[in-house]
């Protein structure tokens, strides 16, 4: 990677988060009326730092990163929010603008290699491309760049030439992440980006996107489903559901210290590889209809701790005071120096915890 | 939404149905309302006038008539046609899908080996060895034009052999025929009627391409014959256009309107083919262009927009505070 | 490779069926054409011609599998029988050189069709509900609805007729023998303007439409959203990776439709006297040559099967999965 130079981290501002995300807002647009399908979500993801947004297929996570992207195909519309990327506002831009802001600073990698490939280009072409279209260098650089690339990922550069049906799944998506670190974008959006391999692969891959990150810096959004990948991977994790946050707070702290009962289901539905053994417990009942969702809070009619409240007014994400946490989890709370931009404390959207817990608002 | 509700409700298969609705119409009560197609009435190759809206052929006959009878015929051939074929290639494609190993090599090579072989020299081979006539005709284009629906119907048979209840039945004991006609086919309702509508098109354009020439009953009005006529007495050379136009016009409008209503079934079935009016009618409210990249619309925008006018559904009117 | 020949394979047995089928249908047909064919031709043919048109309409006392080897064996050697209309001509001879006016005719106007069909198609899926794609389709529907040879019948009366821009009729001057001369191609490309012209117009909107239904399902694919999220021009993106997918399902569509849209250009080709193998398709309706009938059924045939396997071979060029 001697040519390319090193992430933008040298335009950065202190106390400015890379990728800032404000109530932003999506919705389908159908013959029966819109369908909102990302509703008020916020979240921050600071440099270096990996954000994890998790949540069942459906709840919108994949759809609020394609949104911060601009890259939701119709009949999607961003109806509210804000998206600032370096200060820049990524809803305002125009399409040569954002032609011209894809990949270089956020790229993507995708959940399935097999159907992010063109199967009727090579490798190659495929790396080469986005580097010809964004560099000015010729395509005898670009492939050479290409090369390069495919090391780095500890794949030989005889697979230039490779279509993606003549490499192994492992192999496929080392090559996405080859592609996707083309350009040496400071940000990723990881979507899923293990669960069509199997676990000794996923383990592999998961570890070489560990050490790429520590060699070149750049910060991951994370998308999965799978809370226990982003105990090991996240510094912050956001929990979505039914197109909401409803609860957002650093890995450990949201391990150890669950609040919202939605979090908590969602732990107790994954066998603990450590610790008692437990009774793996599903969540009752099943997502919403995004179509005519439930009032209030939109997990209340799956929710075993539900109050009055909860059916009627819709819980606002509020902080969670510290003493609390400190009562909670003991001694492990936000550390002072924590890096800038990252989520600090524990914020929750929940009646119930807000209660029990107390509170002070955002 | 049952698949003939939707149907219904589509803009394309209206269009089409109302269209088609009209020559069957025609078809059935027309004759009875012209004047003989058949017989000598008037100045021949007359030009078109008040009299005689069409004009008349060479033969002194009217236009009219000719195009009005011809579509009796040709319709009732087509549409007759179009259920054999339909039958037939329903029949083989489920049994090759459903029983697959050596069933289905063998009726699949021999859907695939019709598929090849061009329709028309085969057809002009057989008809001209049969009886010229309509029975013949339909017999010719029967044999020439199931193999399309087997290869559809055998692939769909192939997915739906796949699922849960097709599994269910056959651990339950039904029988094999019971399974094929009773589970699987209501399956495929949308499939069935796709496939009849391109065999009465494929049916109604190689019919008027046979009798074209001379393969037909000349002796009878169809639209067919009625072009056979115009070519063979030199419709192009006298300049008489409206012997030729008419008919022309008329097959054409039939295929369109059973095309249309082909359109609107994949548009039902593949809710990707579906317009995005909608969409583009929302964002263009707001006063954005529709692009490529996801457009933003700021708040409200979507819920004040006429175009969702009847919008219920909750999400911005309760809850954006 | 092997998918190549593997479908090589398949085309000799839709060979075989073919000839067999051409074999069994005047023996099995109704009536009694044989005898017929046999009382027209007494006195008129050789003796050893006779034997040979009594052997391909199964006039002799032989048992029929006899009959059919014999009449296969003919076949391989070329000999088709003899031709009523052109008699004495054989039948092999009277084909051979309408084929080739066929090959062009039908070739040039298959080839133009498709490549327009598909490039509207491209155009139409991707840049859906523009003023391009509310016209486009429904209008090449509409066209494609008439039959083939009518569309001819309306170009030949408007541009030839009463405009006077094209040649009516045949595939070249009169006064031009056949050559590889400029002048005479071009001679030949003009008098194809129409007959070709009302082809292409009568079969664009099945490419067109079918393509821009595959380019739509290919449009929402991920390798397509991540060619966007590249940053990608538009042009690459919808030509290297969505149409370049999308053309795969429509050359294999192309190859079955072959045959279909040959059989419409054999009934244009009557309407000009165009003098290809439709033209002497209906000669030989007109005079009752069977012999030509079906030998004209067999070298269609045979052409529609070979220029499948060219597409088969593109197909391999175009799909890098069809070549391992």
């Known amino acids: 990677m001697s040519s390319t130079p090193p992430p933008a981290a040298s335009r950065a501002r202190p106390g400015e988060p890379l990728l800032s995300v404000r109530d932003l807002c999506v919705e389908y647009v159908t013959p ?331 | 939404m049952s698949f003939f509700r939707q149907l219904l409700s589509n803009r394309k298969a209206n269009i089409g149905l109302t269209l088609l609705g009209v020559f069957v ?215 008489s256009w409206w012997t030729i136009v008419p008919t022309g016009v008329c097959v054409a409008l039939v295929g369109f309107a059973l095309v249309m209503i082909n359109f609107a079934i994949d548009e039902i079935t593949n809710p990707r083919l579906r317009s995005e009016g909608g969409w583009k009618a929302v964002v263009r409210a707001a006063g954005v262009t529709p692009g490529f990249s996801t457009p933003v619309l700021r708040r409200g925008s979507l819920a004040d927009s006429n175009a969702l006018a009847d919008s219920s559904a909750p999400a911005l009117s309760k809850e954006a505070s | 490779m092997t998918y190549i020949l593997r479908r090589l394979g398949f085309y000799l047995i839709a060979a075989w069926v073919s000839l067999t089928l051409n074999f069994f249908i005047p023996r099995f047909a109704p009536g009694d054409p044989a005898s017929a064919l046999q009382a027209r031709f007494q006195g008129k043919l050789e003796p050893s011609a006779m034997a040979a048109m009594k052997v391909a309409f199964g006039l002799t006392d032989e048992p029929l599998h006899v009959q059919y080897f014999t009449y296969v064996k003919n076949l391989l050697r070329g000999d088709l029988g003899t031709s009523i209309a052109y008699f004495p001509a054989p039948v092999s001879e009277v084909i051979g050189k309408a084929l080739l006016w066929t090959l062009f005719l039908a070739g040039l106007a298959v080839l133009v069709s498709f490549a327009l069909g598909t490039l509207l198609g491209i155009l139409t899926a991707w840049k859906r509900g523009s003023w391009l794609d509310s016209v486009a389709p429904p209008t090449f529907i509409f066209l494609g609805a008439f039959p083939y040879f009518w569309m001819a019948m309306l170009l030949l009366y408007a541009l030839g007729f009463v405009g006077g821009w094209f040649p009516l009729l045949h595939a070249h001057s009169s006064h031009l023998s056949p050559s590889l001369s400029l002048e005479f191609i071009g001679d030949a490309l003009y008098h194809a303007v129409l007959p070709a012209g009302s082809i292409v117009i009568a079969s664009l909107g099945g490419w067109l439409l079918s393509m821009r239904n595959t380019m739509i399902g290919v449009l929402s694919e991920d390798y397509i959203t991540m060619a966007q999220a590249k940053g990608l021009s538009e042009r690459r993106v919808m030509l290297h990776y969505a149409a370049r997918n999308a053309l795969l399902p429509n050359v294999t569509g192309f190859g079955m439709a072959l045959g279909f849209v040959l059989s419409g250009s054999l009934l244009t080709e009557i309407v000009f006297s165009y003098p290809g193998q439709g033209y002497l398709l209906f000669e030989a309706v007109k005079s009752q040559d069977y012999p030509l009938m079906q030998g004209l059924f067999l070298s269609i045939t045979v052409a529609v099967l070979a220029a499948n396997w060219l597409v088969d071979i593109a197909y391999v060029w175009l799909d890098p999965r069809t070549r391992s």
């Open chain 1, 32 to 362: 029966t009326g819109p369908v909102r399908a990302v509703d008020r979500v916020s979240f921050e993801i600071g440099r270096g730092q990996v954000f994890g947004l998790a949540g069942e297929s459906g709840s919108g996570k994949s759809t609020a990163a394609m949104a911060a992207m601009r890259l939701l195909q119709p009949p999607a519309v961003i109806t509210g929010g804000e998206v600032h990327y370096e200060g820049r506002d990524v809803l305002a831009m125009g399409e040569d603008e954002l032609r011209a802001f894809r990949w270089k600073e956020i790229a993507l990698v995708f959940q399935s290699a097999m159907n992010a490939l063109n199967p009727v280009l090579t490798v190659g072409a495929q790396i080469a491309d986005v580097i010809e279209r964004h560099e000015n260098v010729s395509s005898a650089q670009a492939l050479e760049r290409a090369a390069e690339l495919l090391a780095l990922v500890g794949i030989e550069s005889s697979r230039l030439r490779s279509y993606p049906h003549q490499l192994s799944g492992g192999m496929r998506q080392r090559v996405v992440i080859a592609i996707a670190l083309a350009l040496n974008p400071p940000l990723l959006f990881m979507d899923e980006p293990t669960t069509a391999l199997d676990v000794v692969v996923q383990k592999e891959i998961l570890q070489q996107i560990a050490e790429l990150k520590e060699r070149l810096g750049f910060s991951i959004l994370f998308i999965t489903h799978d809370l226990s990948l982003m105990l090991e991977f996240c510094d912050t994790v956001g929990i979505l559901y039914a197109g909401r946050l409803c609860e957002v707070a650093p890995a450990k702290e949201l391990f150890a210290n669950p609040q919202h009962p939605y979090t908590r289901g969602l732990m107790r539905s994954f066998p603990e590889l450590h610790g008692p053994k437990q009774r793996i417990e599903g969540i009752p009942g099943s997502p919403p209809d995004m179509r005519s969702p439930p009032s209030g809070c939109r997990f209340h009619p799956r929710c075993s701790v539900a109050i009055p409240v909860c059916d009627q007014e819709q819980p606002q994400l509020i902080t969670l005071a510290a003493p609390a946490l400190a009562r909670a989890v003991g001694a492990e709370t936000d550390t002072p120096d924590a890096p800038v931009g990252q989520q600090r404390g524990h914020r929750v959207a929940c009646h119930v915890a807000a209660q029990t817990a107390g509170s002070s608002d955002v």
């Open chain 2, 25 to 239: 119409l025609i078809a059935t009560i027309g004759p009875y309302l012209v004047r003989d197609a058949s017989e000598f009435l008037t100045t021949p190759l007359s030009p078109p006038d008040s009299e005689f809206w069409l004009g008349s052929t060479s033969q002194g006959q009217d236009v009219f008539a000719q195009t009005i009878v011809g579509a009796r015929t040709s319709l009732l051939i087509g549409f007759l046609v179009g259920i054999v074929v339909v039958a037939i290639g329903a029949t083989v494609g489920i049994a090759a899908g459903f029983f697959g190993g050596w069933v289905d090599d063998v009726l699949s090579l021999l859907t695939n080996v019709f598929l090849i072989i061009p329709g028309l020299p085969l057809a002009v081979v057989l008809a001209a060895y049969l009886e010229a006539g309509p029975v013949s005709i339909a017999f010719v284009l029967i044999l020439t034009g199931w193999a399309w629906n087997a290869r559809v119907i055998r692939a769909q048979t192939l997915s739906l052999r796949r699922k849960d209840f097709v599994a269910a039945a056959i651990v339950a004991g039904e029988s094999r025929l019971r399974i094929m006609f009773f589970e699987i086919l209501p399956n495929m309702t949308s499939l069935i009627v796709s496939g009849f509508i391109g065999a009465t098109v494929y049916a109604i354009g190689a019919q008027v391409g046979l009798e074209f020439l001379a393969l037909g009953d000349v002796s009878k009005v169809t639209w067919g014959t009625n072009l056979y006529w115009a070519a063979n007495n030199q419709a192009l050379l006298t300049e």
